[in-house]
C-alpha cells in the first residue's frame, strides 16, 4: 500500500459516519508542516497569515506552538473580530476604506492595542481621521513596501502590483508624514515577495520554464534584500523605535529569514500545503487539509460522478486554480467538463472501484478559500476524527 493509499484509508475510516461533502485537517500533518515552517525561519518568529487558515481553533493550535507570534489578517472586519476574541497581535496586511471599522477601533483602546493597520499612502491616513468619529486612540501603522522586480529600466515588471512605495525615500517620507501626525504611531514595515514566496519553482513537465523561475527569483532575492535593507535604515532614522519588519510567505521563509533587515516572517498556507505549493525546490510539506465529496453516478466503464467540487481557487483564470482530484490516485478531470457546480465527472481506472456513496478526496488549489466552501472543519489524528471545529463561514464570518 503506497503511502497515500494508506493515508486515504485512514480519512476513510475516520469519516466513515460523516456523510460527504466533507473537510478534513490531518492534524498530525498540519503539526509537521509547522515544525517544518520553525526550522526553516531559523529563530525568527513567523507570523501566521490567517487568510490561509481562517479557522480560529486552528490559530489558537498554532499560536501556542514555540515560533509563532502573531496573525496577518486580510480585511479590517476580521482584525476587530480577533482582537475581540482574544488575539492580541494582529496586523491588517491590506489597507482598508471600512470607516465603521476605524471608527470603532479608534474609540477601543483594547483593539487600537492589539490592532495594526496598513498604509502606504497619506489619503488612507485621510481616510482614517475622518472615520475616527470622535475616537481619539492612537492607531497603529505598518508602511507596506513594492516588492517587485524592475528590468530593462523599469519597462518589465515581475510582481504583484501592491504598495506605489518603492524607494527609501518614498518610504521614509511617508514614514515622516505618519510621525508628524497627531493619533498615529508608525510600528512596522511590511513587504511581501510574492513572486518569490508564492511562484513554484519546480514546474511538472516544464523544465526550461522552471530554470527561468529560478533564475528570476534569484536575481529578485538579491535586488530585494538591498533594497530592503536600505528602506529598513531610512524608515530607522525616522521611527528608531519600529517594533518589527515583516516578509518573506510559505515558499521564501528560509530565503527572507536569512536577511538581518527582517525580524519576523509571514507564512500560513505551509499549514495546509494546497496543490499550489507541490511545485517548489525550497520545501516539501505533507496535504493536511482535503475535502471529499460523494460518488453519486456510474455513467460508464472507468468513469464516476461526484457532488459538487467546482472550487475554483483565486488568481489568473487557469487549470491550475482548480482543486486536484487527489484519493484514490489516478482520478483526472474530464476536459470537456472540468470542476463542476453540480457535479464533476472524473475518468481513470480507479473509477471502476468506486461504489455509490464513496468519497474521493481532492486538494484545494489555494489553503483557506477551501473554508469558504466548509462550516465546519473535521480534525482528524490517526483514523479518528478527535474534534470538529467551525471555520469562519462556520462562525458566520465572511469577510471578502
Not at 279 to 293: E, H, V
Not at 345 to 369: C, M, N, Q, T, Y
Request: hydrophobic share 45%; aromatic share 6%.
Amino acid at each position: 500500500m503506497t503511502p497515500r493509499a494508506a493515508d486515504r484509508a485512514r480519512y476513510d475510516r475516520a469519516t466513515a459516519h460523516l456523510d460527504a461533502p466533507v473537510a478534513v485537517v490531518d492534524l498530525e500533518a498540519f503539526d509537521a508542516n509547522a515544525d517544518d515552517l520553525v526550522r526553516r525561519a531559523g529563530g525568527k518568529p513567523i507570523r501566521v497569515a490567517s487568510k490561509s487558515v481562517r479557522c480560529r481553533a486552528l490559530l489558537e493550535r498554532v499560536l501556542a506552538r514555540d515560533g509563532f507570534a502573531g496573525i496577518m489578517s486580510f480585511t479590517l472586519d476580521e482584525s476587530l473580530w480577533l482582537a475581540r476574541a482574544g488575539f492580541d497581535d494582529v496586523l491588517l496586511a491590506y489597507p482598508s476604506a471600512d470607516r465603521a471599522g476605524f471608527s470603532e477601533l479608534a474609540g477601543d483602546a483594547k483593539l487600537a492595542g492589539a490592532v495594526t493597520v496598513m498604509v502606504d499612502d497619506p489619503a488612507q491616513l485621510d481616510l482614517i481621521d475622518q472615520a475616527r468619529g470622535g475616537g481619539s486612540e492612537e492607531v497603529r501603522v505598518c508602511l507596506e513596501l513594492d516588492t517587485s522586480l524592475h528590468l530593462l529600466g523599469g519597462r518589465v515588471r515581475i510582481g504583484a502590483r501592491r504598495s506605489p512605495l518603492r524607494t527609501p525615500a518614498q518610504v521614509a517620507e511617508l514614514a515622516r508624514s505618519v510621525a508628524r501626525r497627531p493619533g498615529f504611531r508608525l510600528v512596522g514595515l511590511m513587504a511581501y515577495e510574492g513572486h518569490v514566496a508564492g511562484v513554484g519553482d519546480a514546474i511538472a513537465g516544464r523544465p526550461l520554464r522552471s530554470r527561468a523561475v529560478r533564475l528570476m527569483q534569484a536575481a529578485a532575492r538579491r535586488e530585494l534584500a538591498a533594497r530592503r535593507a536600505a528602506v529598513v535604515a531610512a524608515v530607522r532614522a525616522v521611527a528608531p523605535d519600529l517594533e518589527f519588519v515583516n516578509g518573506g510567505g510559505t515558499g521564501s521563509v528560509q530565503h527572507t529569514a536569512a536577511e538581518d533587515a527582517v525580524t519576523e516572517i509571514a507564512a500560513g498556507s505551509g499549514l495546509y500545503v494546497p496543490r499550489l505549493f507541490d511545485n517548489y525546490t525550497s520545501f516539501a510539506g505533507r496535504p493536511a487539509a482535503l475535502f471529499a465529496q460523494p460518488v453519486v453516478r456510474r455513467p460508464g466503464v472507468g468513469v464516476v460522478t461526484v457532488l459538487g467540487g467546482g472550487y475554483p481557487a483565486s488568481g489568473a483564470a487557469g487549470a491550475d486554480r482548480l482543486p486536484v482530484p487527489y484519493l484514490p490516485e489516478g482520478l483526472r478531470y474530464d476536459p470537456q467538463e472540468g470542476a463542476g457546480e453540480v457535479q464533476t465527472p472524473l475518468l481513470g481506472s480507479p473509477a471502476d472501484d468506486l461504489l455509490i456513496g464513496d468519497k474521493v478526496w481532492f486538494r484545494h488549489a489555494k489553503a483557506g478559500e477551501l473554508c469558504e466552501r466548509f462550516d465546519a472543519l473535521h480534525l482528524i489524528e490517526g483514523d479518528r476524527v478527535t474534534a470538529t471545529v467551525p471555520t469562519y463561514r462556520g462562525e458566520g464570518r465572511t469577510f471578502l
